[in-house]
Each structure stands twice: as C-alpha cells, then as structure tokens.
C-alpha cells in the first residue's frame, strides 16, 4: 500500500475561504504547509497564527498564480526549506459574471488566467520533482459550474471544465509515476466569493439545491484532504455540494 500521509503540503489561494480550511485541516494533521495569496496580508497573517496554534507549520507566500516565474520560486524555495512536495491543492480562484454578451474581453483572460492558467503554472512546477520521487498526490478546485454550465459563467464555466479536463488527461499521464491526480467540484459554498449573493437570488439558488443551504468550507477542505490521502483514486471529480441541480 502506497503511503496516504500528506507529506509537505502547498495550497494555492489558501489564505481565504475553502483553500484556508483546507491549510487549517491540513495543519490539524500536523503537517508543514506552504500556501500562496495574491494581496491579503491581514488574513494570511492570521491564517499563519491560527495553523500554529493548532499545532501545525503553515507559512504564507504572496504569490500571483498568473506569474509562472513567481510560481516556479515559490514552489523550488518551498521545497528547499521544508522538503519535497507530498500534496498540492489549487485553490485559487476568482469569479467576474455577466452574460456573454455584455462580457468585457478582460473578464474572459481574467478569469481563464487566473482559475485555469493558475492551476496548469501550479501543476507544471510541480510535477518534475514528484515524477523524479515517484509520489505525490493533487487537488484541484473546479466547480458544479464547470460540470454543469452556468448562465452568466461563460468564463468560469469554461475555465473550471478546463481543470477536469486538464487533471483526467494528467492522471492518465503520470499514473504510472504513483502521482495521482483529481478533482473537488464544490456547490454554492458560504465564503466571500458568495457573499454578495442575497435576497431573491440567494432564495433561488437555495431552492436548487436538495440539502437546502449553502455548504461550508470546512466541508469542502474534508472532501480534499480524502481525495488527497485516497491512494487509488485519481482522474475523479467529486461533487461537494448538495445535491444541487443547475
Ligand atoms: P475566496 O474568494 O474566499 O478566496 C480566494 C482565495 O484565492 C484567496 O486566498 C485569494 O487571495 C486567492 N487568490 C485569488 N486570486 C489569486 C491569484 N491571482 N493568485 C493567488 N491567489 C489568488 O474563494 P473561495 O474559497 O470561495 O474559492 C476557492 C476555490 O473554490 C476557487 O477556485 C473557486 O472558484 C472554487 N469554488 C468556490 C465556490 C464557492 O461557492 N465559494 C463554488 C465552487 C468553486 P487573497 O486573499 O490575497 O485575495
């Protein structure tokens, strides 16, 4: 049996939301985790603390995942200070919805940079040194959005099926190096990017969704730190998210 431990852990947009209760999880277990954010000193900061007061190491980094280079040092000085990369999980992710029609150019390469092309720069640096080691284990964060389509997410539907595509065609690849590869789908899920969904349409979205509320980071983290421990699966996407029907 493979070994299922974490090892040491890096999380891409970890300082907010489902990519902090998946350090915190991670943490708990008492690993050593790196995590990047893009500018929110304050709650990386915090984050730092909090890890620490649980028991674990997680260090912050600020680093713009759209910055390949920025991405190749964060990764290569990570693994210089604390040891090889056992876990990776790409959390970072933005949202900027409006319909096709109205769509500017610069929400479509924002958000295709920052959730699809952020997650290939994490892969791609990382996944030498674990093919090298002939371990490792990745997480990536889509959506139900990117499974199903949904109106007024041109762009984030299409940057997130890009992350299932891209991680099944990479499980298939290094499979064969012991690396496994899969995906987390969350639901709508009680964080900032949601935050400003309220009144009518946080009612309907509710009604779509069978377990009749929004999910919590902590439950998305769960479904991670399973799928980052579960020794023979990979090229999966498991849904986390409700039941909901989009
Ligand atoms: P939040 O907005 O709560 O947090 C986003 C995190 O990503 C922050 O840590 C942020 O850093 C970081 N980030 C954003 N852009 C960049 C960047 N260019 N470089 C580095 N870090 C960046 O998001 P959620 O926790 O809600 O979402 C996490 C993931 O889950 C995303 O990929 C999202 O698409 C996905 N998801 C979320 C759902 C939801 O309902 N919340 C549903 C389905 C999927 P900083 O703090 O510095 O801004």
Redesign the pocket.
Same mark, same amino acid.
């Given at each position: 049996m493979p070994d299922s431990s974490p090892g040491v852990v890096l999380v /891409? *947009? *970890? $300082?907010? *939301?489902? =990519?902090r209760a998946t350090v915190l999880r991670f943490a708990r277990q008492g690993a050593q985790v790196a995590f990047?954010?893009? $500018? %929110?000193k304050t709650?990386a900061a915090d984050l730092e603390k909090e890890a620490a007061e649980l028991g674990g190491r997680a260090v912050a980094t600020e &680093?713009? &995942? !759209?910055d390949a280079d920025a991405v190749r040092g964060w990764v290569a000085e990570t693994e210089a200070r604390v040891g090889p990369l056992g876990t990776v999980v790409t /959390?970072? =992710? @933005?949202v900027r919805d409006g319909p096709l029609l109205r769509m500017p150019d610069e929400d479509w390469h924002q958000v295709v940079d &920052? %959730?699809l092309s =952020?997650m290939y720069n994490v892969c791609r640096s990382v996944i030498f040194p674990m093919m090298k080691r002939k371990s490792g284990s990745l997480v990536n @964060?889509s /959506? &139900? $959005?990117g499974v199903f389509g949904n109106p007024t997410q041109c762009n984030y539907s299409a940057a997130k099926s890009g992350i299932i595509g891209f991680t099944r065609a990479l499980a298939k690849e290094v499979g064969k190096y012991g690396i496994r590869a899969n995906v987390v789908a969350? =639901?709508?899920?009680e !964080?900032?990017? !949601?935050a400003d969904l309220s009144g009518k349409r946080r009612q309907e979205a509710l009604s779509a969704i069978p377990l009749g509320r929004f999910g919590s /980071?902590e439950e998305v983290a769960d479904a991670v730190v399973y799928l980052a421990g579960a020794s023979y699966i990979t090229g999966s996407v498991l849904q986390v998210d409700g039941g909901i029907v989009i």
């Open positions: /891409s *947009g *970890g $300082s907010r *939301g489902i =990519g990047c954010y893009r $500018s %929110n709650a &680093v713009d &995942v !759209t /959390s970072a =992710g @933005i &920052v %959730n =952020g @964060i /959506s &139900v $959005s969350p =639901g709508l899920i !964080t900032d990017m !949601t /980071s």
